[in-house]
């Protein structure tokens, strides 16, 4: 199991969790984006850095994620797109996407996307808060604990 991260847009704090949990565990972390992104320096934390461009790094993370590892997105075609892949996607704000679920998720972001594209205003997300990072951290764990249970 690998827990792949669209690592451009995950807060800062998501990925401090994910380090930790990295460093715990011994699972391998890959992020993905097309800049740069300061890591520890754990064999088990990778860097994959993608040329810049619509979706290069979602395409990515598509075209290398298997059956049974985690994908963490805020991203939910992306989410969409691993799930029919067999593998789990897990927002930043702790919210597991599920095959059950995605579907339904994905048809409000396509609504609110048409509702935005016709100028009405929805508002935005809340910032990235302290009960965001606890949820993340909990569903992560929970995960982990599951699939990914002893050191290697």
Not at 32 to 55: C, E, H, T, W, Y
Not at 60 to 67: G, H, L
């Amino acid at each position: 199991m690998k827990i792949w991260v669209d690592a451009d847009a995950c807060p800062v704090p998501a990925k401090d969790i994910l380090f930790r949990a990295a460093e715990r565990t011994g699972v391998e972390v890959i992020l993905v984006a097309n800049q740069a992104i300061n890591k520890p320096r754990l064999s088990n934390i990778k860097m994959l850095q993608v040329p810049g461009g619509f979706d290069v790094a979602d395409d990515e993370i598509v075209r290398q994620v298997t059956a049974g590892d985690l994908v963490i997105t805020s991203d939910i075609p992306l989410a969409a797109e691993v799930i029919e892949k067999s593998a789990a996607a897990l927002n930043p704000r702790g919210e597991m996407y599920t095959a059950n679920t995605i579907k339904s998720i994905l048809s409000m972001r396509d609504f609110m996307d048409t509702l935005r594209g016709s100028g009405i205003q929805s508002g935005g997300q809340a910032p990235y808060g302290q009960t965001d990072r606890k949820a993340f951290a909990n569903e992560l764990d929970r995960y982990l604990s599951k699939h990914f249970p002893t050191k290697r």
